[in-house]
């Protein structure tokens, strides 16, 4: 098909470069420069899409961001995206799309029997109707609302596109380069103020594009292009198209999507698909212009009736005739500027004004030109299924209730304008409290909110001349408050012609004995008479109406249709529009693809790794490593065809019978110094901490002031005043703040400071009954006897040259020895460990077989800290002081805590000694009792005792004191499991603790 | 996302810090006989007020210090920062 209803020349299109595509499965030709939109209608294609309730035939309305209706499924470069406005989707060489909501295609669509039952279909349908037999819901209804609905399909494979974060800082961020963003942006670069320009299209000027004005004796369209190509070359300021400002959020931050690569065929090398720039802006100027508003009337959504300033845009931007029998109706001046532009390429239009009498320059120039205009008279209906075919009109008497004789005439198009609406969404989302003006039947902001001023259009401004002086005058006035630069930029003169005033007429009445759809919200479907509904069902509340109706909730947020709602439930209530109020409007703009939102954090890169030193050593050995917080750590090492099961049994058993090396590396470590440090430990932890010797380390528990246990973790004396303390892996960040909140704000007067050296040390654990052979090796010239180190002993040591610090405390419960060694000397530390411990049959072992050996001990850990427990609970309270203070001690006072029956740690072992219990299961009296069977109690950790072999798991049980002997039973819904079990002792090796000492 | 200006080191995103609550609340002193009641101000009654609100946060990105903010709990707007031992006028 050729491009038949393109003109022979005219518009910014290139057309030395033509470009094909696919719409629906066929072929079509356009140029560079056209929107999938513009090259569709240059097609003579009008039917885009079918209508989301009722499956009607659906067209192009607007030319831009407000279009409701040509929202399509795009295909590029092997990937599929949905929701893709077809006005805003830059043409490309191989672009296909294809029509969504539709089945089997869009010419001949099963679901527009909807149109046919829309009788049954009004306002609140869903809530009427879905509502019983409840079972129903989930199995028959809501399936076929979701096949029903929907604007397009997501695709399910991974999104091979790469989407950028950028942060920024400007001294004036301005939304929009149509004339007023220009003057602003211009103004205040001469002043030397950061400036950032930002245009969702991809051609600047805004309405200067399409208008016919002149600027500084040049056309308005050469105007702008002078000063973007001069921005462009100012070093202070940053130019960017594509780019829509889609939020303004707390402290002038605002949010702008940049499209990158959209509008090419595939995204280049080492580009992102989007960018999404968060700007922190000192002021903020918001051109973003204003939305022709529609006038509603029978029939007005079919194919062919678009927005007056669309087909405008069509023609002079991209050289497209949206009809050649086009009929323009109108209740302002602006209709008249889209029919000269017709009549001048010898097109004769009809114009509809809905005014008595209007005169004014332009009204003149139309009449001057021949054009047929007919006052007083309105659209009563479009007709035509697929496509406009003819309009029936009327006279409208002066006070517009009454329409005159229907009269049928031809048209293959209609244009209408219902005058302007300001883009105010920006203004809104700062805070701002708009205000109705009277004048244009709109709201525009009120009292600036936060550093931002609106300007022009979108501050209800439609005079150039006017739009110009104050854009300069605020771009000047503001870059001068941050620069203190004042250099003055003579404002251009403008011609332009006058507009009279508009009507202010919205809806056409119906004529009698028809029933014509009159829609109000293009995109979800909603006619006058579902807001009608609404009403007469009681809802008042703006808020409450547009939920109930989907007025205004579709993708397109109402950019069309709000006002016209507003309209309508102001004339039932007979109150005014600003009594009504608008709803809220929230960021974004315009809809944000969900990939630029996440950036670059996927995948691996949604978080941190963290490594140890010896990681590669791991690697190397296969280690099969987990997720500790952001860190990799072993979970074992596999050895032929071993499971995680039979490898993390072996590795336990070898630290109960030799001798075992596990990287604890991870721990959190906290270097504690100054002379009040005792002081400050002994108000941090439970334990009495003011006699703790040089040399010597200590277990400790840490409240929150609430009583529940905090974290756990040995502390050391490395001298008088320095302390390193050690938290669990998971804690580390929190307790670090906790120490730092005290030593800040609760005690200041405490001569004490603490840092993290996490990363500044790795460690090794040395367990099992040949650890102490293993050290004697690894440290000849150091008395590491039972005498030289005792439990809890801490000496410093050279491990073949290497300076080092041993600890002898244990996890595992066997005789143990941590050893640390500065980060960079980890991985030699580990390979001599292992390398002299080989003769002592040494094994590395994991996370997993770590857990074993602490679990079978009864030692806590996350599982039982998990901030519901207090020290009893853990069979802590012999840690807990009674006679000094420390933090959250005020709080073990409380009933609950003192409680005879509190919950407290216990062990749990299944009767067959064979079925393994799963962690989170619930311990029972009853397994028959009635549900909610009454939970006594849960499963904090199991495992497999390499002691005893036979499943062991610790429970928080209720009581737990009391329980030792009893028999319960272990219930997993989830794993369909019922386990008879006994409740033992929590400490079920080495019940005495005689191994770590001997 | 707010701007908070450390009075350590200037001008900050809000991702720098994280929130710390009501900075009027005051620990009772150690070894002090407290009522339950008082106690339970401390560790859980909070005002949960709407308009000036005197909070914590520290910049734990940043410098590790906790600081004072005056900030409006319904506009965001934020009046004041203080250093961990300023006092509050």
Known sequence: MTQAFRIETGGLINREKKLSFKFNGKSYSGYEGDTLASALLANGVHLVGRSFKYHRPRGFFGAGVDEPYAVVQLYRNGETEPNIKATEQELFEGLEAKSVNCWPNVNFDIGAINNFLKIFLPAGFYYKTFMWPKSFWYRIYEPFIRKAAGLGVASTKHDNERYEHKYEYCDLLIAGSGPSGLAGAYAAAKNGAKVILAEDKPRFGGSLLTSDVNIGNQSGKDWAEGIIAELKTMSNVVVKNRSQIFGYYDHNMLVMSEKVSDHLPNTKKYHPNKRLWYIRAKEVLISSGSIERPIVFGNNDTPGVMLSSAAKEYLKVYGVLVGRNPLVFTNNDSGYETAIEFKKLGVDPIILDTRKNPASEIIDEAKNLGINIKNSYVVVAAQGYKKVKSADIASISDDKKQLGKIESIKCDCICVSGFWTPSIHLASQSGNKTKFKEEIDAFVPGQSKQNERTLGAANGVFSLEETLKTSFAAGSELSKKITENDNEVPVPNVVEKKFSQHDKFWCVPLPEGKNYKRFLDFQNDVSVSDVEIALREGYRSIEHVKRYTTLGMATDQGKTSNLNGLQLVSEIENKVVPAVGHTTFRPPYTPVSIGAIVGREVGKHSKPTRKSPMHNWHEKNNAVFVDAGVWLRPRYYKRGNENLFEASKREAKNVRTNVGVCDVTTLGKIDIKGPDAAEFLNRVYTNAWLKLPVGKARYGVMLREDGIVMDDGTTTRISENHYHMTTTTAQAANVLSHLEYYLQLVWPKLNVNVVSTTEQWAGAAIAGPKSRVLLQKLFPNSDVSNEGLPFMGYMEGDLFGVKARIFRISFSGELAYEVNVESDNGNYMWEKIVEVGEQFKIQPYGTEALSTLRIEMGHVAGSELDGRTIPYDNALEGLVSKKKDFIGKRSLQRAAFTAHDRQRIVGVVPLDKKTSIPEGSHLVKDANAPLPNPKLGHISASCWSVEHDNPFSLAILKDGKNMIGEKLFVMSPLKNKVIPVEIVSSHYVDPKGERVRS | ?89
Not at chain 2, 7 to 32: I, W
């Open chain 2, 1 to 89: 996302m707010l701007y908070i200006k450390c009075p350590h080191c200037g001008m900050r995103p809000q991702t720098e810090f994280s929130y710390g609550g009501d900075a009027s609340v005051k620990r009772p002193e150690l070894n002090k006989d407290v009522s339950d009641q008082e106690w339970d101000d401390f560790v859980y009654n909070r005002k949960s007020l709407r308009g000036k609100h005197l909070e914590l946060w520290q910049h734990i990105s940043g410098c590790r210090q906790w600081i004072k903010v005056e900030r409006d709990t319904a506009t965001h707007e934020i009046f004041r920062t203080f250093k961990a031992d300023e006092e509050v006028a």
